[in-house]
């Protein structure tokens, strides 16, 4: 087993993260592998917001707080959605199809680098729950999502808080074979 | 610059394969990564269709270029969706939330993976066509696509038949921060 496998079978979410920013050489490495996705038709019609300040972190998880309850899911108002990382990336995209199967290789690609790196991730989709609570262009101007793009999901970033921990078991017989 | 850096920014669409099946250690380590691709809350409620037959392979490509051209898509007729690479894998999952960016984050595993081998691959949006020319539960049937599942995408794989090209150039300016 190679190295780069093994860190695509070692990845795990991290949900604990150090109170300290990672390099600015590691959040570049971090975006450059996210911009060399692939893309449906080598689009690349995507849009990173990198976020680093902790008080618009702060502020857009309890706006996605607010949302969630305010369609009846049933969150602690101490609930941070990305677990006081220390660093955010939202993920949006030109609607021209696959936009979604393309943001999923973006933030993988960035989930497996910061692996690779000795950095943990979690993936966010509730960043989507922002939209319940205001409107559309009040949101996308908070996570500055350009006009006409849509959002798709984000990943947070931090140095891990706790022991490297192994995936999940997997869930079996999942695969079939026309052979 | 770490090596799984490097697989990931190196990694691109191949479309020429040699006529020759990789080996099976080397697909099992693939389908190992895909399943180990993050999901929403850890469903893990996807389903991999492993398709080695080549007769089976042509004839997914052909029902696929039909319904291309039954909604006004100009395919030529020997179009190959998956470029006669000697392996398909075909994701579907459970429409749970999420699916198709799990669905990316697998097909990216599984290219990257593919990538650190040695191996070329391509992401194949175009399978969502076979809906197009057929009833879904003949497709779902030839998919071998379990109940209550439903099509995200596919990705093809196969021993390189061309030299290693660098990737596309990225766009520029697609990101931005909140420092």
Request: aromatic share 8%; hydrophobic share 35%; net charge neutral.
């Amino acid at each position: 087993m190679n190295k780069t496998v093994e860190f695509i079978l070692k990845r795990r979410s991290v949900r604990n993260f150090l109170d300290k920013m990672i390099s600015e050489e590691e959040l570049q490495t971090i975006i450059k592998c996210g911009l060399y996705a692939p893309s449906a038709k080598n689009r690349q019609n995507w849009h990173f917001t990198v976020i680093k300040d902790k008080e618009k972190i702060d502020e857009i998880s309890q706006q996605a707080v607010e949302g969630m309850k305010k369609i009846g899911l049933d969150k602690a108002n101490d609930c941070h959605i990305f677990y006081h990382a220390p660093l955010v990336i939202v993920i949006s995209s030109k609607l021209e199809g696959y936009s979604e199967i393309n943001a999923g290789c973006v933030v993988e690609n960035m989930a497996i680098a910061a692996k690779s790196m000795g950095i943990g991730s979690c993936i966010i989709g509730q960043t989507r729950y922002l939209y319940q609570q205001a409107p559309k262009a009040d949101v996308n101007s908070l996570l500055k999502i350009p006009n006409n793009y849509e959002h798709d999901v984000s990943i947070c970033f931090g140095y891990p808080n706790e022991e490297e921990k192994d995936a999940h078991p997997r869930k079996e017989k999942v695969v079939d074979y026309i052979r």
